[in-house]
């Protein structure tokens, strides 16, 4: 199939090399030109497992990237991998999401025929009909549910897995209101559709819910595991003890019970966010997401709080091992570490920071914080130290030259507390 990608941010530039990758033509529409000519010279944006190879490949070929959105009107169809940020208040801010569809309409107006316009933005009930529809048809002079199909197909991919994830799937959400689009859709996903993978088709409305559903699950489940685990450490438990034993259990199994920092990233934060503030404009008080996002927030405070038993913080030198919010990924959306380094420095500690792979995406928000090129590097002279990412190369760490060998751990890493001073767990 012809495939037009609008947006190649982290979904979109995945999407679009894994569809590649499975045989379809793509074109990815993105208005930084510094994005368009790496994906062009075969090399990947973001740092993902499995992508650059993916991007390498095909880039010249099946998959190429352009300015220009005059590409749409010669493919089949188009999904919406736009960004809908959130604004202070936790509602989305569809402002880009707008002029992308906008400029989506203008092109399809030159387009003879029908056109499948697929939103896999995350977007709360109503804004693929009620938003995206409506704007579309009227820049374009097309009618939906004539030569116009509109759909919502949520993505499901997690950072560092993302490509494992498409190809791997556990669910595919195709939801449309007429059948053509969803054979379309069925057509394009055709090669990863198996036994082992559920297929659900509800209507747009309860599409656009179930990502945040799915997310918001996670999340309070997350938060939930945190809170037990700070319980326990109050009782002088280990929650991984616990939480093992848990999920043994078959109606809650033993996936996401790992107790720690909390949760980061672009999709918990902002979805459980949009889901809260969209509650109550519908009138509901979602008393137990807010409660979720509590306990999330509270964890990298408790954090430097251990770290404080141990340390006099003020004009102490703390190294903060781990930038992005998870290993894998050099995203640091939200993540806890930056969360971490507040506290620190509103203790007055100086700190130094280390990951392999995000430097980078930080050091614009934080120019004067200290780097260090390696966690040896971070931990010289150092008057403690915190896990803040569960890098794996941080099981071994090597603690001879700090000046203390103190570190507490937000993420349960398997260094040797043998070696160390002190060594406290934030929920164990």
Not at 110 to 125: A, I, N, R
Not at 182 to 201: F, K
């Amino acid at each position: 199939m012809h495939v037009s990608i609008v947006g190649s941010g982290y979904v979109g530039t995945t999407v679009a090399a894994c569809l590649a990758d499975l045989g379809h033509d793509v074109v990815n529409v993105e208005v930084d030109e510094e994005i368009v000519e790496t994906i062009n010279a075969g090399e990947a944006p973001i740092h993902e497992a499995g992508l650059a190879d993916r991007i390498d490949a095909h880039a010249g070929t099946r998959l190429r990237a352009t300015t220009d959105y005059d590409a749409v009107a010669e493919t089949d169809l188009t999904m919406l991998c736009l960004p809908t940020p959130q604004r202070e208040d936790g509602s989305l801010d569809l402002a880009v999401m707008k002029a992308g569809v906008e400029s989506l309409g203008d092109a399809l107006a030159e387009k003879d025929g029908d056109h499948l316009v697929v939103v896999k933005s995350t977007v709360l009930p109503g804004t693929t009909e009620d938003v995206v529809g409506p704007i579309v048809a009227d820049r374009s002079g097309k009618e939906v549910g004539e030569d116009l199909e509109l759909a919502m197909n949520p993505e499901f991919l997690r950072m560092s897995t993302a490509v494992a994830d498409f190809f791997e799937p556990d669910k595919v959400v195709l939801g449309t209101e007429r059948e053509a689009a969803a054979a379309t859709l069925r057509e394009l996903y055709a090669p990863i559709l198996d036994d082992d993978t559920h297929l659900v088709e509800p209507r747009i409305r309860e599409a656009e819910l179930i990502k945040y559903a799915n997310n918001a699950f996670l999340a309070a489940k997350v938060s939930l595991v945190n809170e037990l685990g700070n319980v326990a450490k109050a009782y002088g438990a280990d929650a991984y003890e616990v939480l093992e034993a848990v999920g043994l259990d078959e109606r809650i199994s033993e996936r996401f019970l790992r107790s720690g920092l909390g949760w980061g990233g672009s999709c918990f934060p902002k979805d459980v966010n949009a889901l809260r503030a969209g509650a109550r404009e519908q009138g509901y008080d979602p008393v137990l997401l807010d409660a979720v996002v509590a306990v999330n927030d509270e964890q990298p405070r408790r954090l430097v709080s251990l770290l404080g038993d141990h340390v006099d913080l003020e004009g102490a030198r703390i190294a903060v091992l781990g930038l992005s919010f998870k290993p894998g990924t050099d995203d640091v959306r939200k993540s806890r570490a930056l969360d971490v380094i507040e506290h620190l420095r509103e203790r007055d500690a100086t700190v130094v920071a280390y990951d392999p792979v995000a430097i980078e995406n930080v050091r614009p928000d934080y120019p004067d914080l200290e780097y260090a090129d390696s966690a040896i590097a971070a931990l010289e002279g150092a008057d403690g130290a915190v896990v803040a990412t569960g890098w794996p190369e941080f099981d071994d760490l090597d603690v001879e030259g700090m000046a203390r060998r103190v570190v507490v751990d937000g993420r349960r890493i398997g260094v040797d507390p043998a070696d160390l001073e002190v060594y406290e767990g934030l929920t164990w």
